[in-house]
C-alpha cells in the first residue's frame, strides 16, 4: 500500500511522534510503501495513495492546497494530532487574522497568505481523526495495521474517566478538586495525565456526544475556580466546542 504524510501547520511533534514507533515502524514498511515524509526523508512521488496522514491546521494558502491534494489523491485520509482534528492551541487564539497581523507586525497587509487557523476537519472530509497533543503512538499504529489488513478500525466514543476505573486511578476531581476535565473528553490516553496525579487538560478534545461541560463548568465553579480561568481551560484544546 502506499502510504504519505503531510504536515501543516503545528509544532512537528505529531510527524515526530511517527518516528518514535522505532522498530514497529519497520513493521508498517512491510506493508507500507512510502511516498512522501518530509519529517523522514527528502525523497517525494506524486501518486495516488492508499492511505494520507495530515497533521497541523490549516493555516495559510500553502496548508489548505497541500490538504486538498492529500484529500484528492487519497482512498483514506487520516486526521492526526489534536491541531488536525479540533485546532488545538493554535486554533483556540481569538481574534480575526488581519488583526493579529497588525498586533504582530504593525501591518494588516497579508503577503503570506495566513488564514484563521482552522483543523483540517472544517475544510475536507476525513475517515479517521485521531487526536491527541501529543497523540499515543499506538493508536496510528493499530490503525494503520488494521486498514493494512482489511480490518475495521474501532473508534473510541468514550471519556478518560472510563480509563482511569479501568486502571483504578484515584478520581483528581472528586478526592483532590483538582480541574480534572476527563469527564468530557474522548479517552484513548490511558488516562496518563491522572496517572501522574495530575488533572486531564482535555487535549484529545471533547467527547463527540453525550458530554456535559455545563455539569462540569458548575462542578468546577463550585470548587472555587473562577469564570475566566475555566473559560480558557475548556477552550484550550477544543476552541468553542465546550459550551456552558
Not at 185 to 197: D, E, M, P, Y
Request: charged residues 25%; glycine residues 8%; aromatic residues 10%.
Amino acid at each position: 500500500m502506499k502510504l504519505g504524510v503531510f504536515e501543516l501547520t503545528d509544532c512537528g511533534g505529531c510527524a515526530l511522534n511517527i518516528l518514535f514507533l522505532y522498530e514497529k515502524l519497520f513493521d508498517l514498511l512491510e506493508f507500507y510503501e512510502i511516498k512522501e515524509f518530509h519529517m523522514a526523508s527528502s525523497f517525494k512521488e506524486h501518486d495516488h495513495l492508499d492511505v494520507a496522514i495530515v497533521t497541523g491546521t490549516v493555516s495559510c494558502q500553502r496548508d489548505l492546497e497541500v490538504l486538498r491534494h492529500a484529500r484528492n489523491y487519497s482512498n483514506y485520509l487520516i486526521a492526526l494530532g489534536t491541531c488536525a482534528t479540533h485546532g488545538s492551541v493554535q486554533g483556540a487564539v481569538e481574534g480575526k487574522i488581519r488583526d493579529k497581523l497588525e498586533k504582530v507586525y504593525g501591518t494588516r497587509a497579508n503577503t503570506m497568505k495566513a488564514l484563521d487557523p482552522k483543523p483540517v476537519v472544517e475544510y475536507v472530509a476525513v475517515d479517521f481523526a485521531l487526536p491527541g497533543c501529543p497523540y499515543d503512538k499506538m493508536e496510528i499504529y493499530q490503525l494503520l495495521i488494521d486498514l493494512a489488513k482489511g480490518v475495521e478500525p474501532i473508534k473510541k466514543d468514550y471519556p478518560v474517566c472510563i480509563e482511569c476505573k479501568l486502571n483504578e486511578y484515584e478520581c483528581v476531581l472528586v478526592k483532590k478538586g483538582l480541574p480534572c476535565l476527563g469527564p468530557i473528553t474522548v479517552g484513548g490516553c490511558n488516562a496518563i495525565c491522572v496517572k501522574s496525579k495530575l488533572g486531564c487538560i482535555g487535549c484529545r478534545g471533547p467527547l463527540p456526544k453525550e458530554a456535559n461541560p455545563a455539569g462540569e463548568f458548575e462542578i468546577l465553579r463550585n470548587l472555587g475556580y473562577d469564570e475566566e480561568y475555566l473559560r480558557r481551560k475548556f477552550k484550550t484544546f477544543a476552541r468553542g466546542e465546550l459550551r456552558w
